[in-house]
């Protein structure tokens, strides 16, 4: 009877204690390493794109778009024109108009696939943070809480990013859709 109280005593702390260490596992060391590689490369990211962006942006600012230079007419004018330097020009800026569209859509998608790692790494800190919780490790749950929240700026941020992208991706197909439309008229 002894045996059986004792066996009965081990299996109640068995099944008390299990899933108190499986609640706590995520609030190791390696799982918690992991998620801070993680963040890391993420940060580094996204503090690489904001700087391209930037770059371009300052590039943007000192480039003359023939759309917004020249009225339609002005432009079929110049279009039209027999001067050779202008014909060069125009066909010049269509080819960087085309090639800037093609770059600001691979930006556009590459930075749409990487808001994803963004949402799971802040996946693995909420559940982190959950464990750490649950475990009452409180300074490790308060921290992971904070990541969790980082990482909320980072896609809110991503979010502005993509946005900036896509307002001077219309900007370009406009230059390159009038450029394209005035060699059509005239041809």
Known sequence: ?????LYITIAATLVFTLPMKSTA???????????????????????????????FLNSHRQTTLLH???TQSE???LIQSSNDSEQKQIRQQLKI???TVAMLQGEVKRISEQSDQVKIAYANWASIYDHCN????????SSSQRYMQLNQEILSDTKNLLSKYKFLLGIYN??????????????
């Open 1 to 5: 009877m002894i045996f059986n109280r």
């Open 25 to 55: 596992s995520h609030c190791v060391e390696t799982t918690w390493n992991k998620a801070l590689i993680l963040q890391q490369e993420i940060e580094v990211w996204y503090n690489e794109k904001a700087r391209n962006f930037n770059d």
């Open 68 to 70: 917004k230079k020249y």
């Open 75 to 77: 432009l079929v004018a």
């Open 97 to 99: 108009s085309e090639q």
């Open 134 to 141: 649950q475990a009452g490790l409180a300074i490790n749950s």
């Open 174 to 187: 406009q230059e390159v859709k009038a450029l394209k439309m005035q060699q059509i008229t005239i041809k």
